[in-house]
């Protein structure tokens, strides 16, 4: 069993007092990172400010050309549309807002990556439900003393979506996003600023963006494009690319299948893979991640205001004329895009070894600091399973399962091939009792309950003697008004929805 309980992501309240007594000193700057080119993380002095890390003390001084290596550069970070694929996760919160991986959220994987590259300035921008992504971030990532303290120029904003006297209309794609705010970056804020780097918020992935942006400027890019070796099996799935003999991109095809495909496959050795990988994966899927320079960026979005997408407009016409680099990037990466790519990504977190870690302690993920007490198991049985802090379960089994924060697991309940994304707050013993006897369900999972294949959101209240188990094999469904959607023969019940006690789905 694995369990990220509060003993290993943050300090509860009896430990904190001699951690924060050793560290007096506010933290000046953010991370310099672990490597060269890279600023070093603070992490006991985040630690101080209640940020959750997993991971161990880094150096704290930073070598003085790293700091303008990386003064230059911004992250813009984009919140994603309005998440259909991902619905009904997404029915009250941003894409970036999803809970994954027991305590985190999608957007912690970006800003993590972005703090441990040691950049520092860093804007998200938001437009659809975005109220719990704002929440999240303004609680984790800001400047006061319970989030991470950006020193020197540093910060973090959130830029929403709205209208002004020039542009009356929301995000129309991600290059329109970045154009609406292009007068932000022409700023004299960030009149230092050479390179910008477009992330997105719906990824897994662990990635130091300072190799991505150093690649940047030794081949003395014009934009360069995060991509991914992939085998022909998975490339029809992507957007492709093909490149000459130095790794400049030549041409585009989004999704290619049969001849097309054929057509677009390259020379990947040309991008460091060796002969043998190469040969099984002759492929380069773009990512979605770019480095710009910014003088170009504002030129482009400037001269092409009809083009509201990166990927499939705006670069493919800046590779005519400009030189765009690709970047390969050959560790694990996912694409959260929809329900059944969210299900598998979260409980492949269980394998052991699992392909993608938040505790590495070269990379931290970061969250929102809680002061949760340690979980609470009683004669259960557990396998393959993540248990967050805050969780009580109680002479259950569980196989191969994500058991999210202050769940609630109670007495002959079987978990197989699941997530539970837990609660918000816990209710006390007395409120409990006391929706029973009115009738109603407490927050949890109820006794001898069957969960199978499904996705609990949270705040869920499953009664006693539920099976959640796709009886009827239905790969899709959409019964909202029984609080639950079948996505890819895979159940979600719906956040803060009851199914009562005896129910067969």
């Known amino acids: 069993m694995q369990a990220t309980t509060s003993s290993r992501a943050v300090a509860t309240p009896a430990s904190a007092a001699p951690r924060c007594a050793s560290f007096k000193q506010s933290v000046r700057g953010v991370a310099v990172a672990q490597r060269k080119a890279r600023s070093t993380v603070n992490i ?6 209640g940020l959750a890390v997993q991971a161990t003390a880094a150096p704290e001084r930073a070598e003085p050309t790293t700091r303008s290596q990386t003064n230059s550069v911004l992250a813009v970070i ?52 975005s109220t719990s992504l704002n929440r ?9 003393a319970s989030g991470v303290r950006f020193g020197g120029e540093g910060f973090v904003e959130v830029l929403a ?51 991505f942006v150093d690649h940047h400027r030794a081949t003395g890019a014009d934009v360069t494009i995060g991509c991914l070796p992939c085998d022909a099996t998975r490339a029809s799935d992507f957007g492709l690319m093909k490149i000459d003999g130095e ?3 030549i041409e585009f095809a989004e999704k290619p299948k049969g001849e097309a495909l054929e057509k677009m496959a390259v020379d990947t050795t040309v991008l460091g893979l060796s002969p043998e990988a190469a040969k099984k994966t002759p492929y380069i899927a773009s990512m979605g991640i770019y480095v710009f320079k910014k003088s170009l960026m504002l030129d482009l979005l400037d001269a092409n205001k009809g083009s509201h997408d990166f990927g499939g407009e705006i670069i493919p016409k800046a ?28 409980l492949a977190l269980t394998h052991n070894p699992p392909n993608f870690q938040f505790h ?22 557990l396998t393959d399973t993540i248990v967050s ?82 009886k009827e094999g239905v790969q899709e469904a959409a019964r909202e008004e029984e609080g639950y959607f079948i996505r890819s023969g895979i159940v979600v019940v719906l956040r803060n929805q009851t199914i009562p006690s005896g129910t067969i789905i």
């Open 44 to 49: 006991a002095g985040l630690r101080q400010q």
């Open 161 to 211: 979506a709205t209208q002004t006297p020039t542009d009356k209309e929301w995000f129309q794609g991600t290059a329109d996003a970045v154009r609406q705010y292009a007068w932000l970056f022409r700023d004299i804020k960030n009149r230092n600023v050479e390179e910008i780097v477009i992330l997105s918020g719906d990824h897994l992935y662990r990635m130091d963006y300072m190799k």
């Open 78 to 129: 984009l919140g994603g549309g309005a998440g259909t694929r991902l619905y009904p996760l997404t029915k009250n919160r941003a894409k970036p807002a999803v809970p994954i991986g027991g305590a985190y959220r999608l957007i912690d994987v970006p800003m993590s990556n972005c703090i441990n590259s040691g950049i520092s300035k860093i804007y998200i921008l938001t437009q659809f439900n």
């Open 389 to 470: 802090h805050g969780s009580y379960l109680q002479e259950c089994s569980v196989n191969h399962a994500i058991i999210g924060l202050r769940s609630r697991i109670n007495k002959g309940v079987t978990v197989q091939d699941a997530m539970i994304m837990g609660c918000d707050y816990y209710e006390s013993d007395a409120q409990r009792d006391a929706l029973i006897k009115a009738g109603g369900v407490p927050m949890g999972i109820g006794a001898g309950s069957t969960l199978r294949n499904a996705i609990i959101d949270k705040n869920a209240r499953i009664g006693d003697d539920v099976q959640i188990i796709n």
């Open 136 to 144: 999240h971030l303004a609680r984790t990532y800001n400047f006061g």
């Open 247 to 249: 790794g400049r991109i």
């Open 319 to 346: 590779a005519k004329d400009n030189k765009v680099m690709a970047y390969l990037f050959n560790g694990y990466w996912e694409d959260i895009g929809t329900i059944e790519s969210f299900f598998n990504a979260n």
């Open 360 to 381: 590495d302690p070269q990379g931290p993920i970061y969250t929102s600091p809680r002061f949760l007490p340690p979980a609470k198991v009683i004669k259960s049985q």
